[in-house]
């Protein structure tokens, strides 16, 4: 086989001699427009996992790498004059040119042929020329390649938004730095690395509004590099900033990231009767933010995966790259995902800046919402026991309360409302159940919302309850619309309110254009075979097109009828006893149809602007908010995202919290989507906590996280990192109305409140806790097979 690959970059460099390892009787050519002496950038950073992966590839060139490398394990953050560090995360540092120079020794020993200072323009001249049977096309960022056939590759580029230049200098810092500081401008934060025994990269990012408010944009390279050095001063001890691409003048030092992703990676020739793949490789592929060290990484792996989709000489060519394309597309997905959290975080660091430094640091640690709470107290206990420390002290400050003396994992510490106290941070999220008989809750509701009162959670919330008849989504619904219906939750929230010392809230809602439809079981969304009732939404509407009922536009009389049922049923809840009230502005509902430009085409005062469509719901929660106690919260559920084109937007979500929050809301609840069908929301763990983050500290009020939470560790990372307030848990609960308590138990914190009838489980945890205590202080970090030993022995 005859390879040619375009590009002489680790990704380039490291295929061809995998590829000439594995099969030395191929002919493998590195093709590189440079010389081969010529390199830009400063370090390359890699963590101990991808090393690992390195030496599995070829152990050699890993050996002469890691020999090269500087290492180290701490996190420093400079933040408002104080510095947190933060250790265990183990990471490498090598000059990017000393990296190529390894590649390039490594490659020509084993007979890959290397050509410098030679242009590719036309990659079918170059794959006639060689005779060759594959092309790689690893010829960076700016890929002629990618770029001659973007019809067949489809990029997707999206210049960021900040502006950051790649410098060095002599200053050698022993832990990955991080320093903020701010100007009459904005902030400008650094991120620095020593890569050798003298020469650190130090990378100057700002927002664009900021650089160029700066007068960097004027700047010639000099005058930008003093600007930094009299920026960073401190942190510099003396030594100056170091350029080493001569080739860009002024202003042009400065990148705009492009975050890069190509929904084909594979195209073909036609070459002489012969079929000639060309194939994606690297930053020609794809892209991820340098903020988490990942370029080289990426490009490193898909050199590994791409060799070993080829290991077979005898496997079609077609098969081997259609192979590579799934299984590197996944992975770079995972961490472009992790990537782009942590770009955003970079991008507005303003939000986090009236943090305190604790929390500062710690959200910053996590940004990327790969690295978990547990996964810190693994690499640095000193760090988090301290933070866990200062967290639950605060804590208890603000709720007004004596700080706690043992440990208390964020997760477990108390957070207060106006008058209503929660012992935790924990939410039973309200789940639609569709058990109620024409509107009356029963004993299937005191089962299910006691037994989750029971199981530790700091506040239950029940179910959407509908303020009216024809208010309901399905027959199944509960109501406050009638006296029966407030006794039958007044017997509920005693129940709770005599059998925990949890809290109750109940969520009021309107279904709109989703309502008369049968139970999810039945059909999800579809309407009733037989008893439909007429239905009203902000505009003329059907939710499942050709299949729902239509709604048509509601008029004023309908507005002001459904507020009065939103007050009544208010009192209601009121009169029932409940502690918490949510308003529902989410999914597709009545006062969410208002919100959303996809479902609000009216053109009378409730319509067009953003202002304007927010009217209504705003006018609904003014009049709940005016007979709901003071002493008591309300919460509003937004749809922060419609994840459709057209639709509302994150940003959008940030400015009707803000309009709320001015009418006197308490939390904003941040969901996201179900106005639209053809929605196409981004799944993942932990997915919909970006916009309680952003609502929270863009918006300056406290916020529910909710959407794939499913354990201790996701809730204590989102409330340490201050993403979120609470956290709102839903099937987790559905499947262990105990989930609470068994998280508590699972990390080994006694300190959960059980209810009574419980205690004799709980001392049984802390015996058992206690006796693994004993047990590891005995063994001395031994295993239990040289434990055992040890017992035996006397």
Request: contains cysteine; hydrophobic residues 40%; aromatic residues 10%.
């Amino acid at each position: 086989m005859n390879i040619v690959c375009v590009g002489g970059g680790p990704a380039g460099l490291y295929f061809g001699l995998l590829m000439k390892r594995r099969h030395p009787d191929y002919a493998v050519t590195v093709v590189e427009r440079n010389r081969a002496s010529d390199t830009f950038g400063w370090g390359v950073v890699f963590s101990d996992q991808t090393l690992g992966h390195l030496a599995g590839a070829d152990e050699e060139s890993a050996r002469a790498v890691l020999q090269s490398f500087n290492h180290w394990d701490e996190i420093d953050v400079h933040f408002r004059g104080r510095t947190v560090t933060s250790g265990g995360h183990g990471f490498c540092g090598i000059g990017r040119k000393r990296l190529l120079n390894i590649l390039q020794e490594r490659g020509a020993a084993l007979g890959v042929q290397l050509v410098f200072e030679h242009e590719v323009r036309d990659d079918a001249e170059l794959a006639r020329a060689y005779r060759a049977d594959l092309v790689v096309a690893c010829d960076g960022v700016n890929s002629t390649i990618r770029n001659r056939h973007a019809s067949v590759f489809q990029p997707e580029i999206e210049r960021r938004h900040c502006r950051f230049v790649w410098l060095g200098t002599r200053k050698r810092f022993d832990a990955f730095t991080f320093a903020f500081e701010e100007t009459e401008h904005g902030w400008f934060q650094a991120h620095a690395y020593q890569y050798d025994g003298d020469t650190s990269t130090f990378i100057v990012e700002t927002t664009e509004e900021t650089w160029q408010a700066a007068g960097l944009e004027a700047m010639d390279q000099g005058e930008a590099l003093a600007f930094c050095e009299r920026l960073f001063a401190r942190y510099l001890d003396g030594h100056s900033l170091m350029a080493n691409a001569a080739h860009l003048r002024g202003s042009s030092m400065w990148i705009r990231f492009p975050r890069i992703g190509c929904r084909q990676w594979v195209h073909f020739h036609e070459i002489d009767g012969r079929r000639v793949p060309v194939v994606l490789m690297g930053d020609a592929a794809h892209t991820a933010h340098f903020s988490i060290g990942s370029g080289t990484k990426l490009a490193l792996e898909d050199a590994i995966e791409l060799a070993r989709c080829l290991a077979d000489p005898a496997a079609p060519m077609e098969q081997a790259l259609a192979r590579y394309e799934e299984v590197r597309r996944v992975e770079v997905l995972k961490l472009q995902s992790a990537a782009r959290n942590s770009m955003e975080w970079f991008e507005n660091v303003k939000r986090y800046t009236a943090m305190e430094v604790e929390q500062f640091a710690y959200s910053l640690l996590t940004r990327s919402q790969r690295l978990s709470h547990e996964n810190l107290r693994l690499r640095d206990p000193g760090y988090v026991t301290g933070f866990e420390r200062w967290f639950a002290g605060r804590a208890a400050g603000q709720a007004g309360i004596p700080a706690p003396e043992g440990w208390t994992p964020p997760m477990f510490t108390p957070y207060k409302v106006r008058g209503v106290l929660l012992k935790n941070r924990v939410i039973v999220s309200p789940m639609a159940q569709y058990s109620a008989v024409d509107g009356t809750v029963g004993d299937f509701h005191l089962a299910h919302l006691g037994a989750r009162a029971l199981g530790g959670a700091a506040l239950v919330m029940a179910e959407m309850t509908c303020v009216s008849r024809d208010a309901r989504i399905t027959p199944g619904c509960p109501g406050l619309y009638a006296q029966e219906h407030t006794a039958a939750w007044k017997r509920i929230v005693d129940f709770v309110h005599a059998s925990s010392d949890a809290k109750i809230g109940v969520q009021l809602g309107h279904a709109g254009a989703k309502g008369s439809t049968r139970p999810m079981w039945d059909g999800i969304d579809l309407p009733l075979v037989e008893g439909n009732w007429p239905l009203v939404s902000a505009s003329p509407q059907q939710y499942l097109e050709g299949v729902s009922q239509v709604a048509r536009e509601a008029s004023l009389e309908d507005l002001a009828r459904i507020k009065e049922d939103f007050v009544r049923a208010t009192q209601a809840a009121a009169q029932a006893g409940f502690d918490w009230l949510e308003l529902h502005c989410a999914h597709g509902y009545l006062l969410s149809s208002f919100i959303s430009p996809l479902t609000n085409r009216r053109q009378d005062a409730y319509g067009g602007s953003l202002e304007n469509r927010c009217r209504y719901p705003l006018e609904v929660f003014a009049a709940i908010r005016a007979v709901w106690p003071d002493e008591k919260p309300i919460s509003v559920r937004l749809s922060a995202h419609d994840w459709v084109e057209g639709g509302i937007t994150p940003s959008d979500a940030v400015a009707i919290a803000r309009l709320f929050k001015e009418l006197g809301a308490d939390m904003i609840d941040c969901s996201s989507g179900q106005v639209s069908k053809i929605e196409a929301p981004v799944y993942g763990r932990m997915f919909q906590a970006p916009f309680a983050d952003r609502i929270r500290n863009e918006a300056g009020i406290p916020t529910i996280a909710v959407g794939s939470i499913i354990d201790a560790d996701h809730v204590n990372g989102i409330v340490s990192a201050g993403r979120a307030d609470l956290c709102a848990v839903a099937r987790p609960h559905l499947a262990n109305p105990a989930w609470t308590l068994i998280e508590a138990a699972r990390i080994g914190y006694t300190g959960a409140s059980w209810p009574r009838q419980y205690r004799p489980g709980k001392l049984q945890l802390e015996r058992n806790l206690e006796r693994e205590r004993q047990m590891q202080a005995l063994g001395g970090g031994l295993s239990p097979q040289q434990l055992a030993a040890r017992l035996l022995e006397g």
